[in-house]
């Protein structure tokens, strides 16, 4: 079993926690039965989505700034430039 910390709302908490004791019950493992399925259902409607990008990112981006001589600093920037106009190009009407 793999552990998670996450941080939400406080009202979303709340929420969260009376629906998982109301379905699962009020004994240990209720809240991680109902965030088990709740991740599942999650992960089942965006693996129907459109990715506006497909990849890993760092190679990418090593990609595009092949070509660049300048300090990390500046690297940044212009990877955001870069990124944003890369990004927004590729996005369908």
Do not use: C
């Not at 129907?48 to 001589?69: I, Q, S």
Request: glycine share 8%; aromatic share 8%; net charge negative.
């Amino acid at each position: 079993m793999a552990g998670m910390r996450l941080q939400v709302k406080e009202e979303l908490e709340k929420k969260f926690r009376e629906a998982a004791m109301r379905r699962f019950g009020y004994g240990k493992g209720s809240l991680s039965r109902a965030a088990e399925e709740a991740i599942q259902k999650w992960l089942t409607s965006v693996s129907a989505e459109n990715f506006v990008f497909e990849g890993d990112p760092v190679e990418a981006l090593d990609g595009l700034l092949a070509d660049v001589d300048s300090d990390s600093v500046e690297m940044q920037h212009l990877a955001i430039k870069k990124w944003t106009g890369g990004v927004l190009t590729n996005v369908s009407p």
